[in-house]
């Protein structure tokens, strides 16, 4: 069984910023390709970024390109999420992503899902 544990999150004005962090927990030696995804109420789930499981080659969701960074400090276990320039449209659930098979993309999520940590983007 492998944990996805969240942190983060919170309320921010429009044009802050704020950072995510997320841990996977499991079988030792395994790596994950990691990666976010988001859910506005009344919305469908969105692809926000991801890393391979060598905590390399980023990918973006085109609503954050240019405005999040996503990262590792320990490729293949835990990834985060700094988020830049934030607008009222960013407001959703952000959901950490992981599978040990392939890297989460648009589309193809992977199979393990954290718990959810609220954004609020709000003045």
């Known amino acids: 069984q492998v944990g996805l544990v969240e942190s983060g999150g919170g309320l921010v004005q429009p044009g802050g910023s704020l950072r995510l962090s997320c841990a996977a927990s499991?079988?030792?030696?395994?790596?994950?390709?990691m990666g976010w995804f988001r859910q506005a109420p009344g919305k469908e789930r969105e692809f926000v970024a991801s890393l391979n499981w060598k905590g390399i080659s980023p990918n973006y969701g085109s609503s954050v390109s240019g405005r999040f960074t996503i990262s590792s400090d320990n490729a293949g276990n835990t990834v985060s999420l700094e988020m830049n320039s934030l607008k009222p449209e960013d407001t959703a659930v952000y959901y950490c992503n992981a599978d040990s098979r392939f890297t989460p993309r648009d589309g193809a999520p992977g199979i393990y899902w954290g718990q959810g940590t609220q954004v609020t983007v709000s003045s």
């Open positions: 499991g079988r030792a030696g395994t790596t994950y390709g």
